[in-house]
């Protein structure tokens, strides 16, 4: 059993939901990054998602764009991201951590060579927001042969064909784009949600986490009403992009705060 399928495994047993916080690698800072994953954990993060700074992050708003940025600024390369997440796992063996990120950055490294270092440095999922299941069968195969997870995005308009693909590639957990547009939206509709989410139960097996417009304790729990995780990102590179002063110690708390919501969702 992978470190992601035993996570959602015993929070099955429990009756509780994933919560799967979102940073930037290398932002605001190569040399805080990891001190900051242990931060999310401290908070109650089940899963940690790690994204890979680029140039172009066409499917994220404005405070992750800036986020890309500030890390690429600091020249952070997909390499220095794998040797975060190795000293990463000094500390921590049980927290999953799934890379977020483009395709060309790992389409240049090349498949093999990704998924071999991605495996050695201790990563369990891949998110490659630019690479649709249909398109994902060659890099799918290679890194499960590493024993990676494929992890797709699906959205509210996301066709039945796609989702087909993405039920018979995807490993480890789907993330469900709760609303059109990019990352930080608002305007989150919870009823929306719970009715796609029905519909992609009945071509789905995998665990399902939502993200997009997640900003707050409340809305995170009106979420884990319906989904099997929660995907916070832009709330918590807010944090980051607010200054260095404290910065760990409000992610922790900030979190906290959301896992206690979560928590009591079925209260």
Known sequence: MSRIQKVFSQLAAQQRQALIPFITAGDPRPGLTVELMHALVAGGADIVELGVPFSDPMADGPVIQRASERALAHKVTLRQVLAMVAEFRQRDADTPVVLMGYANPVEAMGYEAFASAAAAAGVDGVLTVDLPPEEAEECTGVLRAHGLDQIFLLAPTTPESRLKSAARLAGGYVYYVSLKGVTGAANLDI?????????????????????????????????????????????????????????????????????????SADA
């Open 191 to 263: 009823d929306s949600v719970a009715s796609k989410l029905a519909t992609l139960r009945q071509h789905l097996s995998l665990p399902i986490g939502v993200g997009f417009g997640i900003r707050d304790a409340e809305s995170a729990r009106r979420v884990a009403r319906v989904a099997d995780a929660v995907v916070i990102g832009s709330r918590l590179v807010q944090e980051v992009e607010a200054g260095e002063e404290g910065l760990a110690a409000r992610l922790t708390a900030f979190l906290a705060e959301v896992r206690a919501a979560m928590d």
